[in-house]
């Protein structure tokens, strides 16, 4: 859709240039003129010259020195002689078994990121905004201490009722197996 009302602008500018004779004398022109867009885009044209030659002439100035550096630091790193025949030595004494294991690696790597860890973690976030939801819900919108501590307090509560009743289950089960027999 944009792309359309692109081309339909573009092609609107084209055809309001053409039958004006140039764009200083078309319609376009005298409504960014009149809106002030000419001015500021002016401006921000000659911003961009100051402040391209600045970073031009900074980058004349300071490249070659840079350069060097790099070229003293990492020069014996990439020594031309060298970095292939190490290349070439791991390449030949390393066992295709290897390579074989690293690619099953990644493979299996890959596969667990997209098919488990991926979908937990959007499990994960799903569920933690809803509980976020049910806990504002709680609180009439609003999470406080106040309303946190009552939810603890009613969670030890339940937990406390629960564990009381599975006492006396457990009790009343072993109750009736030792009278049984």
Same mark, same amino acid.
């Given at each position: 859709?944009?792309?359309?009302?692109?081309?339909?602008?573009?092609?609107?500018?084209?055809?309001?240039?053409?039958?004006?004779?140039?764009?200083?004398?078309?319609?376009?022109?005298?409504?960014?003129?009149?809106?002030?867009?000419?001015?500021?885009?002016?401006?921000?044209?000659?911003?961009?010259?100051?402040?391209?030659?600045?970073?031009?002439?900074?980058?004349?100035?300071?490249?070659?020195?840079?350069?060097?550096?790099?070229?003293?630091?990492?020069?014996?790193?990439?020594?031309?002689?060298?970095?292939?025949?190490?290349?070439?030595?791991?390449?030949?004494?390393?066992?295709?078994?290897?390579?074989?294991?690293?690619?099953?690696?990644?493979?299996?790597?890959?596969? *667990?990121? +997209?098919?488990?860890?991926?979908?937990?973690? =959007?499990?994960?976030? &799903? @569920? %933690?905004? /809803? !509980?976020?939801?049910?806990?504002?819900?709680?609180?009439?919108?609003?999470?406080?201490?106040?309303?946190?501590?009552?939810?603890?307090?009613?969670?030890?509560?339940?937990?406390?009722? *629960?564990? +009381?009743?599975?006492?006396?289950?457990?009790? =009343?089960?072993?109750? &009736? @197996? %030792?009278? /049984? !027999?």
């Amino acid at each position: 859709m944009f792309m359309v009302l692109l081309v339909f602008a573009a092609g609107f500018i084209a055809h309001d240039i053409r039958s004006h004779g140039s764009f200083a004398e078309s319609t376009t022109a005298l409504h960014l003129r009149n809106s002030g867009v000419t001015a500021v885009s002016q401006q921000a044209l000659s911003k961009i010259k100051v402040y391209s030659s600045q970073g031009f002439s900074w980058l004349e100035t300071n490249t070659p020195h840079y350069y060097s550096e790099c070229a003293r630091v990492l020069g014996p790193l990439m020594d031309q002689e060298k970095t292939p025949q190490a290349i070439d030595w791991v390449i030949t004494n390393t066992p295709d078994s290897v390579f074989t294991a690293l690619a099953y690696l990644k493979e299996l790597l890959l596969s *667990l990121h +997209q098919k488990c860890i991926l979908p937990a973690l =959007a499990f994960i976030s &799903e @569920l %933690l905004q /809803r !509980a976020w939801t049910k806990l504002q819900e709680s609180c009439n919108g609003e999470v406080s201490v106040s309303c946190l501590q009552g939810h603890a307090l009613s969670f030890t509560n339940s937990t406390w009722q *629960l564990l +009381q009743h599975t006492t006396s289950a457990i009790k =009343a089960w072993a109750h &009736e @197996l %030792l009278t /049984r !027999a």
